[in-house]
């Protein structure tokens, strides 16, 4: 089994994380290959749809460059049947107990998801320094990372959630931000129909991202 990376390590690998539904199990392996060909090797497969931990594994067996996750993760038996399909972190929508007691019982390093301060505060004191804002957009977006990188200093971000390639670098600007998470990597008529081509433009476009 391989080594599970450090979150704030993995978080600066690229400045985007993609967050990927897999609608086609057919689709998993060379959407990823497509993405990594790009320059992104963090992906966030979803447990969105019925294929994402079937996706997890071809990808994790098949793609030696991407460094898989698992995303959406909400109930406590997601952990370990993510970390036996592969995935090497977890990202979560919310952070309850449950999901807390999980992440360390399957050794699986989690990026919880927070909207407010006291949800950050709360996320950091159970251990986490490292966090998904989300919704990043509805949550106050840059304003709200800008406003809150004063008193919490000691946090890492990950914004997800109407973030846009055209909104991208203000996020990237904020200097609590190490990466954000979004789903234009990934269009679906793209996938769909093939366009592995337009796909890896895109991902080379995402690495061009940088704070200013």
Do not use: Y
């Not at 929508?93 to 950050?120: C, F, K, Q």
């Amino acid at each position: 089994m391989k080594p599970m990376p450090d979150m704030l390590e993995l978080m600066r690998t690229s400045p985007v994380i993609p967050v990927i539904a897999i609608d086609d199990i057919d689709h998993a392996v060379p959407l990823a290959k497509a993405l990594v060909a790009g320059g992104i090797r963090v992906l966030e497969v979803t447990l969105r749809t019925v294929h994402g931990l079937p996706a997890i594994r071809a990808i994790a067996e098949q793609v030696p460059g991407a460094i898989v996750g698992v995303g959406t993760l909400t109930q406590p038996d997601e952990f370990k049947a993510a970390r036996d399909a592969g995935a090497l972190f977890g990202v979560s929508p919310g952070l309850t107990r449950a999901l807390i007691d999980a992440a360390v019982a399957s050794g699986l390093p989690l990026l919880p998801g927070v909207m407010t301060p006291s949800e950050v505060m709360s996320a950091r004191e159970a251990g986490f320094r490292q966090l998904k804002l989300f919704p990043a957009v509805p949550a106050g977006g840059v304003g709200m990372l800008n406003a809150i990188a004063g008193p919490l200093a000691d946090v890492t971000f990950c914004p997800t959630g109407g973030i846009s390639e055209a909104t991208a670098a203000q996020f990237l600007a904020c200097k609590n931000v190490a990466c954000v998470g979004g789903s234009w990597l990934t269009p679906k008529d793209a996938v769909q129909s093939g366009d592995w081509a337009r796909i890896t433009a895109l991902a080379t476009a995402a690495c061009a991202l940088r704070k200013k």
